[in-house]
């Protein structure tokens, strides 16, 4: 079983490190900037008695995350964590610019060299968390629910896979594209077909279709229909050639191109941009396939999705069933700070900063990892 699973369960407060599994060079400063490392040496020679209270917050309207992968970092790394008093929000919690989120309180030299990696994790799992939750928040405008299938597998390193994929299904996306997006909290990625199936069948969609549907046949059956520019005829041939078994359709047309439907309907063009997905190409579509009664067919869109433009989408009715989104959820565009406010108990921080108390902190309980 994996920890999400004990956590939504209520058997365990926050998820450890047998979910995150740090690099255990952390224990030995190599991800810390130098002047912490320093600045750890001093204290411990010059000021061992000294007691600091670290504070972190943003600047954003944000939805928060990256706690429990914080708090677990610093129960394995910081000395003597049992000692260390924590309070945290969750992983979830909408929150408010410059809100405190997690206050940690103890000898500088004990945790005080983690803070950079701190505000790097809540930075990176907050925005894609942030990111996630307003594109869901877009796909819902016109009243009704459209999934969110998160594809940032091409758009960063692949080690942040698991990390990013966590923070997506705290902004709400349930359908994840590989394995390592569900490592944390899912089973397996989702997905059917690339362009390159498609190509290796010299274009020939049906017979694509037709091979993947033998190969897997218990997956639900999802073509890729814009390989030829022509998303309108590939899909009702797939739709004629499999009926019923056909589940859906995925329209990916880069937007440096117009669908030849427009070419064939040019007298349609000169009110709208017809590159790309867009509305004119996904209304024309809906609209042959329920004519030849494929009504129960899906639409799923993808390439360059943001919240802006599935916001558009949905403000106009567009009929599409479910997006693809990915580039667009991975920009880091929150930072986080940490701040040493209180001195002994004290107010002493540097001017513009000061002491927040936040009365919806949870304190949080050591935990060994």
Not at 79 to 106: A, H, N, Q, W
Not at 107 to 119: K, N, P, R, W
Not at 200 to 217: K, L, N, S
Not at 329 to 343: H, Q
Request: with cysteine; hydrophobic share 35%.
């Amino acid at each position: 079983m994996k920890e999400i699973e004990k956590k939504l369960a209520g058997k365990i407060e926050r998820l450890t490190n047998k979910t995150f599994k740090f690099d255990e060079r952390i224990g030995e400063g190599w991800f810390s900037a130098v002047y912490f490392l320093k600045t750890r040496e001093i204290a411990e020679k010059k000021l061992p008695n000294n007691r600091v209270t670290m504070q972190f917050f943003q600047k954003n309207h944000a939805v928060l995350c990256g706690t429990d992968e914080v708090i677990a970092l610093v129960h394995k790394f910081a000395d003597e964590p049992e000692t260390l008093e924590i309070y945290s929000l969750k992983d979830g919690d909408k929150i408010e610019p410059f809100e405190t989120v997690l206050t940690i309180t103890g000898s500088y030299q004990q945790f005080g060299f983690l803070e950079g990696i701190i505000d790097g994790i809540l930075a990176r799992r907050t925005s894609v968390a942030t990111n996630v939750y307003n594109v869901v928040k877009a796909a819902r405008s016109s009243g009704k629910q459209k999934p969110i299938i998160f594809m940032g597998d091409r758009d960063d390193h692949y080690t942040q896979q698991a990390g990013d994929g966590y923070a997506a299904f705290i902004g709400g996306s349930t359908a994840q594209a590989t394995h390592a997006m569900n490592e944390w909290w899912g089973k397996e990625g989702m997905g059917t077909m690339p362009h390159a199936l498609i190509q290796m069948f010299r274009g020939d969609v049906v017979a694509a279709t037709r091979a993947y549907h033998e190969t897997f046949p218990e997956d639900d059956l999802v073509a890729l229909v814009d390989f030829n520019n022509d998303v309108i005829t590939d899909s009702l041939k797939v739709a004629r050639e499999f009926g019923k078994d056909l589940k859906g359709v995925r329209l990916d047309t880069s937007r440096t191109l117009v669908d030849k439907y427009f070419l064939r309907n040019y007298h349609q063009m000169g009110s709208f941009d017809p590159r790309g997905v867009n509305p004119e190409l996904v209304f024309a579509l809906r609209r042959a396939l329920d004519k030849e009664g494929y009504d129960h067919v899906k639409i799923m869109v993808s390439g360059g999705f943001t919240e802006e433009r599935i916001r558009h989408f949905e403000e106009n009715n567009v009929p599409v069933d479910m997006y693809g989104v990915g580039s667009s959820l991975l920009k880091i565009n929150i930072g986080f700070t940490g701040d040493n406010v209180l001195l002994n108990g004290e107010p002493c921080a540097k001017q513009g900063r000061r002491y927040r108390p936040n009365p919806r902190l949870e304190k949080v309980e050591y935990q060994e990892q």
